[in-house]
């Protein structure tokens, strides 16, 4: 439910709203807008007496039921698209577009650090780079895991970018957000829940990825878990998913974009390197993915990736990463100019 207040109400009279709608076993969640408080109660309880309840309270405006399954990222809870802080000054959701760039593995000292100054060179904000790799084969590589996030931190150090990387289990947690910016959950952990919940509580943004064969519904239910166990901080992410389509490594559901926008106020990311598995698909890809209004990319390069560990196939390397990124620039300072101004935060 989505309870708005009166303006001018006393702090005792939203008390005393707040201690009702808790009596029939809602969870409250305070949005404090700039004109008048805007409550959202979370749970599952007799909606239609509560909403009957606070209809008989002087300070209540309106109170509406939230119709969607997910309830903290749907529109209806909060109609102004949410901005996220990641690291020291990138923001992801506002009026930049952000750029996220760098290999699909960490593999060396040597090869992080020139991967970082290389996405720093094409303007990307944030450096990602998995350290505990899901790899579909238990004899392939599966990542430096600690030592490889060490590297990822000494290259935020040298170069100032932020650090995005995967976390595969709720017991790396704890670990992975002592080095990482952003933690980043991979298509094949979507529904991992342990994983989900425990990142709730891990104070650190999450790019949420989609599944592999999930809807965009399954999509938006993940998030909620994320949120509902008390992080707000989440993005959401299209990678492709699994169609009959042979001819690129997943079907990018290009309109996933623009279908979540009109769902939710979470910040939307386009992958079109595991989207598409072929680095020539790469840049059209990229350049739809501004087009249809992506909040934020994030690319696989490699400064060889002949050489590459694991995806090299779809990592630009750093002639076609310059490249892309030049390619891009009309394209990005038209997405800053048909972009809506972002909304008001009082809902
Ligand atoms: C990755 O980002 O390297 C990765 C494994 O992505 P996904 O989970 O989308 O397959
Ligand atoms: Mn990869």
Same mark, same amino acid.
Not at 54 to 83: G, H, N, R, W
């Given at each position: 439910? $989505?309870?708005?207040?009166r303006?001018?109400?006393s702090?005792?009279?939203?008390?005393?709203? $707040?201690?009702?709608?808790?009596?029939? %076993? &809602?969870? #409250?969640?305070?949005?404090?807008?700039?004109?008048?408080?805007?409550?959202?109660?979370?749970?599952?309880?007799?909606?239609?007496?509560?909403?009957?309840?606070?209809?008989a309270?002087?300070?209540?405006?309106?109170?509406?039921?939230?119709?969607?399954?997910?309830?903290?990222?749907?529109?209806?809870?909060?109609?102004?698209?949410?901005?996220?802080?990641?690291?020291?000054?990138?923001?992801?959701?506002?009026?930049?577009?952000?750029?996220?760039?760098?290999p699909?593995?960490?593999?060396?000292?040597?090869? #992080?650090?020139?991967?970082?100054?290389?996405?720093?060179?094409?303007?990307?904000? #944030?450096?990602?780079?998995?350290?505990?790799?899901p790899r579909?084969?238990? &004899?392939?590589?599966?990542?430096?895991?600690?030592?490889?996030?060490?590297? +990822?931190?000494?290259? /935020?150090?040298?170069?100032? +970018?932020?650090?995005?990387?995967?976390?595969?289990?709720?017991? =790396?947690?704890?670990l992975?957000?002592? &080095?990482?910016?952003?933690?980043?959950? %991979?298509? /094949?952990?979507?529904?991992?829940?342990?994983?989900?919940?425990?990142?709730?509580?891990?104070?650190?943004?999450?790019?949420?990825?989609?599944?592999?064969?999930?809807? #965009?519904?399954?999509?938006?239910?993940?998030?909620?878990?994320?949120? !509902?166990?008390?992080?707000?901080?989440?993005?959401?992410?299209?990678? %492709?998913?699994?169609?009959?389509?042979t001819?690129?490594?997943?079907t990018? =559901? $290009?309109?996933?974009? !623009?279908?979540?926008?009109?769902?939710?106020?979470?910040?939307?990311?386009?992958?079109?390197?595991?989207?598409?598995?072929?680095?020539?698909?790469?840049?059209?890809?990229?350049?739809?993915?501004?087009?249809?209004?992506? =909040?934020?990319?994030?690319?696989?390069?490699?400064?060889?990736?002949?050489?590459?560990?694991? =995806?090299?196939?779809?990592?630009?390397?750093?002639?076609?990463?310059?490249?892309?990124?030049?390619?891009?620039?009309? &394209?990005?300072?038209?997405?800053?100019?048909?972009?809506?101004?972002? !909304?008001?935060?009082?809902?």
């Amino acid at each position: 439910m $989505i309870i708005s207040i009166r303006r001018h109400a006393s702090a005792d009279e939203i008390d005393s709203v $707040i201690s009702r709608i808790r009596d029939f %076993g &809602y969870k #409250i969640h305070t949005i404090e807008g700039e004109e008048r408080v805007v409550i959202g109660a979370i749970g599952v309880g007799d909606t239609s007496s509560c909403l009957d309840a606070l209809a008989a309270m002087d300070c209540v405006e309106k109170a509406v039921p939230i119709s969607a399954p997910y309830k903290f990222v749907s529109k209806e809870f909060k109609p102004a698209q949410t901005v996220i802080k990641v690291g020291r000054d990138v923001e992801i959701g506002g009026s930049e577009f952000v750029m996220m760039a760098g290999p699909c593995s960490v593999e060396s000292e040597g090869q #992080i650090m020139e991967t970082a100054h290389l996405a720093a060179k094409g303007g990307a904000k #944030i450096l990602r780079g998995g350290a505990f790799k899901p790899r579909t084969s238990p &004899y392939d590589f599966q990542g430096m895991e600690e030592a490889g996030l060490k590297l +990822l931190a000494q290259a /935020r150090t040298e170069t100032g +970018l932020a650090i995005v990387t995967e976390v595969m289990s709720d017991t =790396d947690v704890e670990l992975v957000a002592a &080095y990482a910016d952003m933690m980043q959950v %991979g298509a /094949r952990n979507m529904q991992n829940f342990a994983l989900l919940k425990a990142l709730g509580r891990c104070g650190k943004p999450v790019l949420l990825k989609r599944g592999l064969s999930s809807t #965009i519904k399954e999509l938006l239910m993940s998030a909620e878990y994320i949120v !509902a166990h008390g992080n707000k901080d989440v993005m959401l992410c299209e990678r %492709g998913i699994r169609t009959f389509e042979t001819a690129t490594r997943n079907t990018c =559901d $290009i309109a996933a974009i !623009a279908a979540l926008r009109e769902l939710t106020h979470l910040p939307l990311v386009l992958d079109p390197s595991h989207a598409t598995g072929k680095r020539s698909l790469v840049p059209p890809l990229a350049r739809a993915g501004v087009a249809i209004g992506a =909040d934020a990319m994030i690319v696989e390069i490699h400064p060889n990736p002949a050489r590459a560990v694991s =995806d090299g196939a779809q990592s630009l390397d750093p002639a076609h990463w310059l490249e892309m990124m030049e390619d891009l620039q009309p &394209y990005i300072e038209l997405w800053k100019k048909t972009r809506p101004a972002p !909304a008001p935060a009082a809902v």
